[in-house]
């Protein structure tokens, strides 16, 4: 009896060097949305959230109309901002949406403006096991082997305005808007035997623009922006691999009046913008594509599932390689809309 108990811890004994305790991944969200008018600057809405799926969202939009003592100077000015935030499953799925518009009659003082953001972090550890290794030397546990994997990141960022005045030159009003992404994040495989420090991966990725009425574009990409990337990290068969990300995005509108209009109730300006960063086809794991044990060989079979409370199976993508249309390039229509709805006003005021 003594014998064969002591048999079965044998047997047993490498089973717990490749089933590390399970952990509980983290996951963080947060939103922002504001916006107004000169007149009245509207409520900020905040949210956050954490836990095993992370969800936030925060929406807000608020208008104000104004007319001076006298009625020759008049205005209408518009906000709107939205931002959602969800993380959970290996990726993080991030929304911001700003827009403003406005009409002024003789330089009535009127602006509007909207600015929203929202971000995400994930963090999560999987071990890699090959069931039917050949050599425990080569790809047993203990053994140290590459991983070539992707952080796929999909959306964009972008937008545009629309202004006119009735002041010789083009005046001084106008639009403008802005909207920025960025990632961050890791792969903390460990020590690996022969090395001093442990091995790990990291990125940074983005990318901004801003824009207004003068025609002045700037913008920016970190890290290649949007897309697949791939990375490669030696690790430790059988011991934890952390994998962590957090992103944001912003978006800013707004637009001014032309205070130098024609006088005598015949002249004015009107403005609209619209700006969105648009994560919302989300950024996060982008599966393992290639494997290999300590000699250099591929290898075909192999688990990587997730040591904590995520489930995740981490040989395949959260996120799909190719970006899909969102919010952002519906952005021109949405800018249509805002135009034909300050020329509308104009003409009652």
């Known amino acids: 009896m003594k014998y064969r ?4 811890l044998a047997a047993v004994a490498p089973l717990v060097l490749i089933m590390p305790p399970a952990t509980a991944a983290t996951y963080g969200v947060g939103v922002n949305a504001a916006s107004g008018t000169i007149n009245r600057p509207g409520p900020t809405n905040n949210d956050s959230g954490s836990g095993p799926a992370g969800q936030s969202r925060a929406v807000n939009s608020y208008q104000d109309e104004t007319v001076t003592p006298g009625g020759f100077s008049s205005g209408y000015g518009w906000g709107s901002s939205q931002s959602a935030a969800t993380a959970g499953g290996g990726a993080i799925h991030l929304l911001a949406e700003s827009s403003a518009a406005m009409i002024s009659t003789n330089g009535g003082a009127i602006v509007g403006t909207g600015g929203s953001s929202a971000w995400g972090s994930i963090s999560d550890s999987f071990v890699i096991n090959v069931p039917g290794c050949a050599s425990a030397g080569l790809c047993g546990a203990g053994a140290h082997g590459t991983m070539t994997f992707a952080i796929n990141v999909n959306g964009g960022i972008g937008g545009s305005g629309a202004y006119s005045t009735s002041t010789p030159g ?12 960025d990632t961050s994040g890791g792969v903390n495989a460990g020590w690996v035997p022969g090395q001093v420090q442990p091995s790990y991966v990291e990125w ?9 009425q003068a025609g002045v574009i700037h913008s920016s990409v970190t890290g290649s922006g949007a897309g697949s990337q791939l990375y490669t990290i030696e690790f430790i068969f059988g011991q934890n691999i952390t994998f962590s990300m957090l992103g944001h995005v912003y978006s ?11 006088q005598g109730g015949l002249g004015g300006s009107s403005a609209s913008s619209a700006f969105a960063a648009d994560l919302s086809h989300t950024m996060g794991w982008g599966g393992i ?4 044990d300590a000699s250099g060989q591929l290898i075909g079979e192999f688990t990587a599932l997730s040591v904590s409370d995520s489930g995740l199976d981490y040989r395949f993508a959260a996120v799909a390689a190719v970006p899909e249309p969102g919010t952002v390039w519906a952005l021109t229509a949405g800018l249509v809309v805002l135009a034909a709805r300050a020329r509308r006003l104009r003409r009652h005021l």
């Open 5 to 8: 108990l002591s048999s079965l």
């Open 252 to 262: 800013g509108a707004s637009v001014g009046y032309d205070f130098y209009a024609s």
């Open 170 to 181: 083009g005046g001084v009003g106008g639009w403008s808007g802005n909207a920025a992404w």
């Open 289 to 292: 594509g290639e494997l290999r």
């Open 204 to 212: 940074l990725r983005g990318e901004s623009v801003s824009e207004n």
